[in-house]
């Protein structure tokens, strides 16, 4: 991971990494200390990264803190250092033998079940790393290096369908008991974003110098959605997708339920945490994601947005766990037919094309004390550039396959499934 882009003026930077042994909510934390080449030792920024790679700015008066004096940084002493190694982490199952876990080497997934039959998925490892006070990654890395472990050719598991006799992929995070799961997402964070939704409400007011809603909404994170030091940024929009029964894997269906107008693809990233034995959302890593919507009914009156996003929404096909939030770049396509039928082109999402921060954005969910339920999973949703709704004619179909392609690594596909007639009206029962 680059914990900071070049672009940003970080040009002519050394890098001096000393590793402290302090222990903080037994987290190995390490200090990342920049100085400048060219205008001797200047200190730009002090980080702090834990084990599992999340990373927040902190004050200079954090140096004052740790005790560190700019001889140190001088003799550029480095003490234990390592390099995080970026894991791309796949749930899959095995026909007749049940769930797995692996991680992607080139091209195969080593079964990491195969060696440690009790991890059938990844927040297994995560429980034990909690649990013992080992880093996340030592876990599969070790695992892996074991003799007898099994190898896989993840050609074959991409290409596979679940319900067949042949191996498939899950979501690449998930749980047993599908309450433990929460699915959520933030709206309106990057620019054309706003765009869409402003022209989607545009209609509701017959002034149209009057601003919409979501474009005061998207206002008020270009003003304060970017925190500094600390402190608490404005909210970004927010909306919950569902638990567990609504989180589909690569190559599986995505439900277009009767009662819907429309379907509606959302190519995004995902931020995959668990909740730690002591209360701390720990994330994991990132994963390719369709937020699958229904922006007809939205477009109705936005207030109908909480309902039309209780769809099913796919994650996957792997989880990775060092990945650079700066920039990244996906392209989406529906495919009806075996022809495209939609094209997004470059759709660029991360910090840089965001009006809310990462951090900001991780606050303002886990801040509520029911998302730090002890051993929950949370899959957030930041929000795409573009949609297709609003410049296409057709609506989505049986069969519509829908792919989200990242600038590298292995694209997300699913296929729509009709429901076809409208549900009937649910009539509840009295006791």
Known sequence: MM???????????????????????????????????????????????????????VHFDMLRQLQLSRRIADTLFVAHAEKTQIMRIVQFEIPGQGR??????????????????AWLRTIDIFHESDRTGRRFSELPNEAAKQSGVNRLDYSLLLNARPGGDVPFLHPPLDAADLH???ITGTGLTHLGSMQSRDSMHAHESEDQSQMTDSAKMFAMGLRDGKPAGGRRGVSPEWFYKGNGCNLRGHRWTLQLPGFA??????AEIVGCYVIDMRGIPRRIGFALGNEWSDHATERVNYLYLAP?????????????????????KLHCEVIRDGEIIYESGELLTGEQHMCHSLANCEDHHFKYPQHRVVGDIHLHFFGTSKLSYGEREWKYQEGDEIRVTP?????LINTVRADGEASSVVAVQPV
């Open 3 to 57: 914990l900071f882009d070049r672009s940003q003026n970080y040009l002519n930077v050394d890098l001096v990494l000393l590793f402290s042994r302090v222990q903080h909510e037994k987290l190995g934390l390490a200090a990342l200390m920049f100085k400048s080449s060219t205008a001797g030792c200047v200190w730009r920024r002090v980080c702090f990264a834990s084990c599992d790679a999340t990373v927040c700015t």
């Open 261 to 266: 107008d429309d379907g509606g693809e959302e």
């Open 407 to 411: 600038d590298s690594g292995a694209a």
């Open 308 to 328: 039309s996003k209780l769809r099913q929404c796919a994650v996957g096909p792997e989880l990775v766990t060092d990945l650079d939030f700066q920039e990244l």
């Open 180 to 182: 433990r799961v929460t």
């Open 100 to 117: 797995r876990t692996g991680i992607v080497d080139d091209d195969a997934v080593i079964d990491l079940t195969s060696v440690r039959p």
